[in-house]
């Protein structure tokens, strides 16, 4: 390697001057430096190069940044301080701009590098976009037994709907069943808000019906027809911050069923997760709005009233993956898709349980909207219309109420 010994005085003159120099000038003086002084310069470098990646705005530039900063990070001297942190970090942006440009394959390696280092979140949300969904329960189950808290909710959902996509819906349910105990304990104690525990329960109805255990799922609705009735009379015992990404987060995992099969030539999002989600996944599961919101009329102008309310539940979905964690406006901005759900199922007399499905998903937006006495007068509209029905059997001709893959 040959040392241009005028650039190296120049990039120390830079870093030791009185002026500012910009964030361009100190990556260039790095990068010199890297060469002569690899352990001081090498991490200013990494931290220098993700740095300018978050604020670009080109793609392109955001991926040779990334590589860049990647290549600088497996250079530095194994056991130095933060070593495994910036590599960490590096490889997360990396896969995160190779995705954005939809360059899966390099971005799957990347997030196999990742794992390697010990983060396995993004690896096993890609295999899930792709339809791996045992290796991607097999990286959860992992994680959660390498130290992850068992409680967390975001851990423990995910691992839950990888499950089930597998087809292991007993599993599943052990799974989100620990999740809930462990939400019972910290609403009895006021750790937590008693509208997560309502939302968790739903879920879990949805998982046993799908399972065919109709009796399990009966049993959730009644706690959290109770669980309802104590938010309706006495409201929330604490004022909790913004709980709208559970809700978010359950509500889409809900549609899932309704959505084309995933794979790795036609990746769909990570149902189960808010978060990390690939770039080109995301973009092409709200892609489909403009198809489907045609696909609506088409039907509405058909009187095709069953095929209308899934198809617009499956755009009121994509508007909570949009824009669902937002407070402010929230019941103005989302009232009309829950509302207009209700209104086409009671068109319907002969299919009950498309109408409590309905009545269902307004009442869990209701509760996340702290509107607590009409959620729970719509949730027990709905417990009234399933309670005939036998333990394991679906309602005849209804469309689903849970999760399926």
């Known amino acids: 390697m040959t040392i241009d010994h005028d650039e190296v005085l120049r990039a120390r003159v830079l870093l030791l001057g009185s002026g500012r120099p910009s964030r361009a000038q100190l990556l ?48 530095i001297e194994v056991g130095a301080p933060d070593r495994a942190e910036r590599l ?28 390697a280092a010990g983060r396995t979140e993004p690896l096993a949300n890609v295999l899930a976009e792709e339809g791996r969904f045992g290796e991607a329960a097999k990286l959860d189950e992992a994680a959660v037994r390498n130290g992850t808290p068992e409680h967390s909710f975001w851990t423990m959902v995910r691992w839950a709907a990888n499950l089930e996509g597998a087809g292991l819906h007993d599993a599943a349910s052990t799974v989100f069943r620990a999740l809930l105990e462990e939400t019972r304990r910290e609403t009895a104690e006021q750790r937590t808000a008693l509208a997560i525990l309502a939302w968790e329960l739903v879920h879990f109805s949805r998982m ?54 995933a794979s790795p030539e036609s990746p769909m999002p990570p149902f189960g997760t808010a978060l990390g989600w690939s770039r080109d996944a995301r973009d092409g599961f709200l892609g489909m709005l403009p198809d489907l ?21 499956r755009i009121g979905i994509r508007v909570a993956v949009r824009e669902g ?11 009309p898709y829950f509302d207009e759900g209700v209104a086409l199922a009671r068109r319907l007399p002969d299919d009950p349980a498309r109408l409590a499905r309905a009545l269902i998903d307004r009442s869990m937006f209701l509760v ?35 999760v399926a893959t």
């Open 293 to 313: 919101e045609a696909e609506a009329t088409r039907l509405r102008e058909a009187d095709r009233l069953p095929e209308l309310a899934d198809v617009r539940r």
């Open 88 to 115: 960490r970090r590096a490889l997360d942006a990396y896969q995160a701009s190779l995705f954005a440009l939809g360059r899966r394959a390099e971005g799957r390696a990347i997030c196999a590098e990742l794992a």
């Open 28 to 75: 260039g003086a790095y990068r010199v430096l890297a060469e002569v002084s690899p352990k001081v310069y090498v991490p200013k470098l990494v931290d220098a190069l993700l740095t300018l990646r978050h604020e670009t705005r080109d793609p392109e530039v955001a991926v040779a940044l990334a590589a860049e900063a990647s290549r600088a990070a497996r250079g």
């Open 368 to 402: 996340a909207a702290r509107s607590f006495e009409p959620a729970h007068t719509d949730f027990a509209e709905a417990v009234a219309l399933l309670h005939d029905r036998r333990p394991g059997k679906p309602a005849s001709g209804a469309a689903p109420l849970v």
């Open 325 to 335: 964690d937002r407070p402010h406006q929230f019941a103005e901005r989302f009232t």
């Open 208 to 261: 046993r019906e799908t399972a065919g255990d109709g009796a399990s799922a009966a049993a959730a609705r009644r706690e959290a027809l109770g669980v309802l009735e104590e938010l309706a009379t006495t409201g929330e015992p604490k004022n909790w911050s913004c709980v709208l990404g559970w809700w978010r987060t359950l509500f889409v995992l809900s549609g899932r069923a309704a959505e084309p099969a």
